[in-house]
């Protein structure tokens, strides 16, 4: 038999080994907190930047949360229910009238038609050719104050017209068409043949002719009651700008800015505006004015994420 002696020295060396146990599950214990401490630091910074891509005020464009997409039944065209859609009908520019006298099988003359085929054709013209005009402006010289006289004339300033300008600067910027595509299509068309760089100075023309135009859709827009102003991130050359937008009952003024802070509506408006802005919750707004009235499309989404979260907001769900 075992004496008590030894059950003590055995009991002993139990407690010594569970303690020494107790002591690295301690140890574990406190590295998985640590760890878990670490982790919800990251998952904390990981929501921070969600939320900067998935709030209210993200637009449905950006969203990942999409509705789910209608599952198609297969069939073309408008769904059930939609209104029929029909073209309306081009003014006509010609006519042709196809007739026959008598009958290619016997020879017998025929009569008034019974049925007549009424058939729409759609065309684009042949291509027509450029006109080259030769402008021929007259000097003087004033024999009686010896003053130099130029005689008064629209001659353009360079070697193009003003809709090769307009067409040039609609391709560019209208349909994106890269330089070299702008000198295909011209050349293409119309038998036009200018350089990339030539498309460029032709762009750059234009911008500086419509600068006066612009400055003064902006003095415009500055006397507005109410105008609605939203912006949008757009990459040009790998770098990214903000599209602003300002519209108004008169008019609608863009700009392409690295800012997405007051400074660029002060630009726009002044630093006194006196009209009420329409936006949505961006800070550049109510760091610039107090007279502001909230998006409804915001609101909408802002009540609805609310009543999603919080049991307390789903009575006052906008609808």
């Not at 408008?78 to 520019?93: D, V």
């Not at 939203?230 to 003024?253: A, K, N, P, Q, R």
């Not at 002044?270 to 009209?275: I, Q, T």
């Amino acid at each position: 038999m075992v004496g008590w002696r030894q059950r003590v020295r055995l009991l002993e060396e139990q407690i010594t080994l569970l303690e020494e146990q107790n002591t690295v599950l301690k140890e574990l214990v406190e590295g998985q907190q640590k760890h878990i401490g670490h982790l919800e630091v990251y998952v904390e910074k990981l929501e921070k930047k969600l939320l900067f891509y998935e709030n209210p005020h993200t637009p449905p464009s950006k969203s990942k949360n999409k509705p789910p997409k209608r599952e198609s039944n297969g069939k073309l065209g408008a769904p059930i229910g939609h209104p029929k859609y029909e073209r309306e009908e081009p003014e006509l520019t010609g006519s042709v009238e196809y007739t026959e006298d008598t009958c290619p099988k016997c020879n017998s003359k025929l009569g008034n038609p019974f049925k007549t085929d009424r058939i729409i054709e759609e065309e684009i013209p042949e291509p027509q050719p450029v006109e080259v005009i030769e402008h021929l402006v007259h000097h003087y010289k004033c024999l009686k104050c010896n003053k130099h006289i130029i005689a008064r004339n629209s001659a353009p300033s360079g070697r193009f017209g003003k809709n090769v300008l307009t067409h040039v600067t609609l391709l560019k910027y209208y349909d994106r068409l890269p330089l070299r595509k702008v000198t295909n299509s011209l050349e293409r068309h119309y038998n036009i043949k200018i350089t990339d760089v030539g498309i460029f100075k032709i762009t750059n023309k234009v911008a500086k002719r419509l600068e006066a135009p612009y400055k003064l859709f902006i003095q415009r827009i500055r006397k507005a009651k109410v105008i609605y102003i939203d912006e949008t991130e757009i990459t040009m050359d790998g770098i990214t700008y903000h599209l602003w937008t300002f519209v108004t009952e008169t008019g609608i003024v863009f700009a392409i800015r690295k800012s997405r802070d007051k400074d660029v509506i002060e630009e726009i408006l002044g630093k006194s505006f006196e009209g009420v802005i329409c936006s949505d919750g961006w800070r550049a707004y109510t760091k610039y004015t107090n007279n502001l009235q909230r998006c409804w499309a915001h609101l909408l989404r802002e009540s609805k994420d609310l009543s999603n979260k919080y049991i307390e907001f789903r009575g006052f769900i906008l609808l």
